[in-house]
């Protein structure tokens, strides 16, 4: 996810998380958490590519386990991290492109995700990052690791079949591509956007099926108008245009993640609610702990020095939650995949 400041409509590059314990649920026969999209997922590939969307320095990851910037879009872990540790799986999920892979690291999941980048290819070549769709090039590559350290053609199908795939997609085509080129806006409405978006996550699914995946978890977008780039020029109110888009397209996404179960037998696919969560919170900020719910921790014009403590804020920077936000949404996402795939 990428954002400017002057709207909401320009730039969404910065992923968010929070660094609180999660309760840890067995993870069944879950044997890893494998992750595609956003910034949302993104735990650094982006530090290796020659583009301007990644956040591999302070004050980005002030709070995370070593306490310095990996590449994550947050002051500390983000959801990758964050469900694979209430699976039971590992507290920390690395980059698939990081030279530190370790086999472990493979056997139990990895990110493929790309900060900025989306379902529309456009997307990911106006930030220079990874198209959603070029994600299945590394996966393909990682499948091939994976049967090099298990020996055994079998246990590495086993795997990728009960692997969970955690997927962010769409933020970005909504946020940055549709609503500021014109190459999209003038060619098509945002209703035939949205249909065109769900047409490629369908298409995305499908590959990942036919690579041997199973188990999809699916999120839809965050309330985008509420994100600070955007309600901050509006003095913290929501921009409920944005909003009704974010809305507009999750309405479709929940649709056809139903239609994906008939589709694509022997698999399983669930619906991520990230918006309503996220909006309670921004809402009744109280109710949860928090005491700004619209302003930044970090990295806006109007917060350039980062703020004392995180965990009081909603958000870390323009466009991305902080690790606490996450941290308190997340528990009712990992039941949600223990209740389904477990």
């Excluded at 079998?154 to 946020?175: H, L, M, P």
């Excluded at 409920?240 to 649709?255: D, W």
Aim: aromatic letters at 10%.
């Amino acid at each position: 996810m990428h954002l400017e400041m002057n709207s909401l409509f320009i730039q969404t590059t910065i992923v968010l998380v929070s660094f609180i314990s999660v309760s840890i649920v067995h993870a069944g026969n879950i044997p890893a958490v494998i992750a595609f999209g956003d910034s949302i997922l993104d735990t650094g590939n982006n530090n290796y590519l020659m583009t301007l969307a990644k956040v591999n320095f302070y004050p980005y990851g002030r709070d995370f386990v070593t306490r310095r910037a990996t590449g994550r879009f947050c002051n500390g872990r983000i959801p990758t991290d964050l469900i694979a540790e209430g699976l039971g799986i590992k507290n920390i999920v690395p980059a698939y492109r990081s030279p530190y892979l370790q086999p472990n690291d493979i056997l139990t999941g990895v990110s493929f995700a790309s900060g900025g980048s989306g379902l529309d290819p456009l997307t990911a070549r106006l930030q220079g990052v990874i198209w959603v769709s070029d994600q299945l090039n590394d996966f393909k590559a990682y499948i091939a690791k994976l049967n090099s350290i298990t020996g055994d053609e079998e246990k590495t199908r086993s795997i990728i079949s009960n692997a969970v795939y955690v997927i962010s997609a769409g933020n970005n085509d909504i946020a940055i591509t549709y609503f500021s080129n014109p190459a999209r806006n003038t060619r098509y409405t945002i209703f035939s956007y949205t249909d065109l978006m769900i047409s490629w996550t369908q298409s995305f699914i499908q590959e990942l099926y036919n690579l041997g995946a199973r188990k999809f978890a699916i999120m839809g977008t965050l309330p985008l108008g509420c994100l600070p780039g955007a309600s901050n020029a509006l003095g913290g109110l929501c921009l409920e245009p944005a909003n009704g888009v974010a809305r507009l397209f999750n309405q479709k996404l929940a649709t056809e993640v139903n239609n994906l179960n008939s589709m694509l037998p022997g698999s399983r696919s669930i619906y991520i609610d990230m918006y309503n969560p996220l909006y309670e919170l921004i809402k009744n900020p109280m109710g949860s702990g928090f005491t700004s719910p619209t302003r930044p921790c970090c990295c806006a014009p109007a917060a350039p020095v980062p703020c004392l403590d995180a965990s009081r804020y909603v958000f870390w920077d323009i466009a991305h939650p902080s690790e606490r936000a996450y941290q308190t949404i997340i528990p009712q996402i990992i039941q949600q995949i223990q209740q389904n795939f477990a």
